[in-house]
């Protein structure tokens, strides 16, 4: 500990002389003498052009039937906003993947705003309670602090009311002079990031316009929402993978430590109106309890308020768990996270739900009243402005909350943060990294996390010895006694989850999402846990440089390169996104093959790999349905795309199928295998989501550079038992005995994956078909199966 031991004094010092500075700053406008300089501010505001209602730029109101606008229109809006009014301002953050403006908009009261560098400074002095050690100093700051409430919206594309609720709440703020809004504007500071996914926002929105009128209208878009990752895109919040990700996690999360965070969502058109928190079980168990209570309280405050106010429909505690970090980075950061979800129409085509159409669901039945839904909706038709009154009401409502608690939610933050940097008895000291004998890439993609994560990571000074093992000087060491310790824990210690059921002994609780999120396997670098303190001194904490991501032979193309096909469904998956950002960050050339090039044939002469991502064998034979879309898009891979497959493997190409694929190509290339998984209800097998164990045999050419154990990410795959042992290639399997195998995750019913197959090569004609079981390449996180993708791509070379 000699050196961190050390740094402290001379940091505390400059601290306190920040605090000072700070306080004078911050006190320099107190509440009374900005109310008196509210009539000067009045005067100025005169001179400045009107503040523009949306309807003004937009041509029509938030939320009017069957219109949707491009970003472009949006971003003029708040532009416009933030040049009209004193209490708005506009940042530009960066750019998205396709070059969009990602922009955030402050909005507080005109003194708030002038001061914003102070405040955000007090900010940083909350968020890192090592910094403040003085509890009348830190008193202080607590009343004086403003709570920064940061209101994210339409990550996902097609739920369209969060283009334009956004808009209404930023208005609301910048025009009404009542006292609830004023006492917002002067206890909050709002950060408003209009959209988390604006290429989103304009692909979507040209699709609606552009099928108007026609059998398409309100249907979802035939490309990805988001180039790479579609909806997963709010599943990135512990990998960091995608430009839009880093902005709003290194610019805004890493910058200002919002205390509040409140994500606008829409769920399905059957069951509530509108979600808001508490949350259904389980919860992650590293998230601090007093954040999960802070979550039920404003969720609750959420449906209190809105109930009051004569809305219907308001469920709480359904649906919706907080168990992914992925969803949920403001857990492991200090911040309540409050998620809603608002019932959708067709896009922006209204819909009716006549009562009885309405749908039970986990915890919630819209038909009936109870404690956790009290007013059911009546039903009837159901709009987009029902959409964005929902929406907005939901902000409002919190924000009122907030702006009346403000002191008890800097508080609340502060407390999570403290424990957290005090350490909680029960957790480890530190985890321990070492540097020898791990691969590079790997361990320099979890370094560049835990930056983007605000986790700080230390390097051991000399030697020292951890049970048997012996460490070296630049071993890396997160110690657990940190502001964000949490993150680093969820992440870095091996996780089961809960054996949650409908009933006693019945079938299991679907979760939300995944149930595994282990980045030590998913990346496969070691990292071991030290309960007590190292006997060894630790640098101040480091920040290497970022890995370059290259397969050799693969990466950057060239002669005698791999011709590479992937192919691009019109009945759009994630996993065709994701293979795609994993060729395009190691820089390994390919082509987009879409139906029709499919289905010309003649594939051979063009390609000599094809990547067929995880889909249904249902939705690659078939595709979209002539019934809503036009034909340009319709009808899948069909017969002569089948066809073209065959005769391209039986010319000598190579196949690879991913994971829910791999059913397709056993069936359309007559495969001599079969899938020990089908038919089996999930009573009997349940894997939803999970890091499984795998055994490779190394001796194979797709195996070459790999360990005998890796993991596989287990996820709707098949698991393979070979009908004809001469034309299968076994490469990959489960451990035979049931106990061995999961990893990380739940796992039911683990004796159906025993022994069986999970990654083959098969023979047919001069080419071959190679199985993956699994997702190689999942949500471009699981990095230590990489090269098994990548050995199937390099062997294709003919
Ligand atoms: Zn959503």
Redesign the pocket.
């Known amino acids: 500990m000699g050196l961190v031991a050390s740094v402290v004094p001379d940091r505390e010092a400059v601290v306190r002389r920040l605090i000072f500075a700070l306080l004078v700053a911050v006190a320099a406008v107190p509440p009374l003498i900005a109310q008196q300089r509210r009539p000067a501010q009045r005067t100025a505001a005169h001179r400045r052009p009107p503040v523009p209602t949306p309807a003004s730029i937009l041509g029509f109101e938030p939320g009017a039937e069957r219109r949707l606008v491009d970003w472009d229109p949006i971003v003029r809006y708040f532009r416009t906003l933030g040049s009209t009014s004193d209490r708005v301002r506009v940042r530009e953050l960066g750019r998205t993947t396709n070059g969009a403006a990602f922009i955030a908009v402050f909005i507080s009261s005109p003194a708030n705003l002038a001061r914003l560098d102070a405040l955000r400074d007090v900010q940083r002095l909350l968020a890192d309670p090592r910094l403040v050690r003085d509890s009348a100093a830190r008193e202080v700051l607590l009343r004086r602090g403003k709570v920064f409430v940061l209101i994210t919206s339409s ?2 594309s097609t ?1 369209v009311g ?1 283009f334009f609720s956004p808009l209404d709440v930023a208005h609301r703020l910048a025009t009404d002079t009542s006292s609830g809004i004023r006492s917002i504007l002067d206890n909050a500071v709002v950060i408003l990031v209009p959209s988390l996914n604006p290429d989103g926002v304009t692909i979507v929105s040209r699709w609606y316009n552009q099928t108007l009128g026609s059998n398409a209208e309100g249907t979802s878009p035939p490309e990805l929402y988001h180039h790479y990752t579609g ?1 997963d895109d ?1 599943r990135d919040w512990y990998a960091f993978t995608q430009a839009e990700t880093r902005l709003v996690v290194d610019s805004l999360y890493g910058v200002w430590h919002p205390q509040v965070t409140l994500d606008l ?3 399905g058109r059957f069951g509530s109106r509108i979600f808001v928190p508490p949350y259904m079980n389980p919860a992650e168990p590293n998230v601090d309890p007093l954040l999960l209570q802070g979550d039920n309280a404003l969720g609750l405050a959420i449906a209190w308020r809105m109930t009051a106010d004569g809305f219907t429909g308001v469920a709480v505690n359904s649906l919706y768990d907080a168990w992914t970090p992925a969803r949920a980075f403001q857990h492991y950061h200090g911040a309540v996270r409050i998620l809603t ?1 608002t019932a959708s129409a067709n896009l922006a085509t209204s819909v009716t739900v006549p009562a009885e159409s309405l749908e039970a669901g986990l915890g919630v039945d819209p038909r009936t009243p109870s404690w956790n839904f009290v007013a059911p909706w009546p039903g009837g038709a159901w709009t987009l402005a029902d959409i964005v009154r929902y929406q907005t009401a939901s902000a409002m409502a919190l924000l009122d909350h907030v702006a009346r608690n403000r002191e008890q939610w800097l508080r609340t933050s502060w407390q999570v943060l403290e424990r957290a940097a005090r350490g909680w008895p029960d957790w480890p000291y530190a985890f321990v990294i070492p540097t020898a004998g791990q691969n590079e890439m790997a361990l320099g993609t979890l370094l560049e996390i835990l930056r983007h994560a605000q986790v700080e990571v230390r390097a051991a000074l000399g030697s020292f010895t951890l049970g048997f093992e012996r460490f070296f000087p630049g071993t890396y060491v997160v110690v657990l006694r940190q502001p964000y310790a949490a993150f680093a824990k969820a992440l870095l210690e091996r996780e089961l989850y809960p054996d949650l059921r409908q009933y006693p002994g019945g079938p299991p609780q679907r979760p939300y999402d995944v149930t595994a999120h282990d980045l030590a396997l998913l990346l496969g670098v070691r990292v071991l846990a030290a309960a007590d303190s190292l006997p060894v001194g630790l640098s101040a904490p480091v920040a290497p440089r970022p890995p370059l991501y290259r397969v050799p032979g693969l990466s950057g193309g060239g002669p005698g390169v791999v011709r590479l096909g992937v192919y691009r469904s019109y009945a759009t998956t994630m996993d065709e996104g994701w293979t795609r950002w994993t060729l395009d960050s190691f820089g390994v050339p390919y082509e987009s093959l879409v139906d029709s090039t499919l289905r010309a044939g003649n594939l051979a002469a063009r390609f000599d790999a094809i990547i067929l991502p995880s889909e249904n064998a249902r939705a690659l034979l078939d595709g979209l349905s002539a019934r809503r879309y036009p034909a340009r898009w319709t009808g899948g891979i069909g017969a002569p795309g089948v066809q073209a497959l065959r005769d391209f493997v039986d010319a000598g190409g190579t196949l690879i199928a991913l994971n829910e694929a791999c059913n397709f190509a056993i069936g359309a290339l007559e495969l001599p295998v079969s899938d020990a998984l089908s038919d089996l209800p999930p009573g009997d097998f349940y894997a939803p989501g999970s890091i499984l164990r795998l055994q490779l045999d190394t001796a194979q050419a797709l195996a070459e550079g790999m360990p005998p154990q890796t993991i596989a990410w287990f996820e709707s795959g098949p698991a393979f038992e070979a009908r004809d042992p001469t034309r299968v290639r076994i490469v990959g399997r489960f451990p035979a005995d049931p106990g061995d195998v999961l990893l990380s995750g739940w796992l039911l019913g683990a004796s159906h994956l025993a022994g069986k197959a999970a990654l083959v090569e098969v023979r047919r004609g001069r080419g071959r078909v190679i199985l993956f079981g699994f997702r190689p390449q999942y949500r471009g996180q699981s990095l230590t199966t990489y090269p098994l993708l990548f050995n199937a791509i390099k062997t294709s070379a003919r």
Do not use: P, S
Request: glycine share 10%; net charge negative.
């Open positions: 990550i996902h739920e969060g909806h709010n969502h829409q769920q979800e």
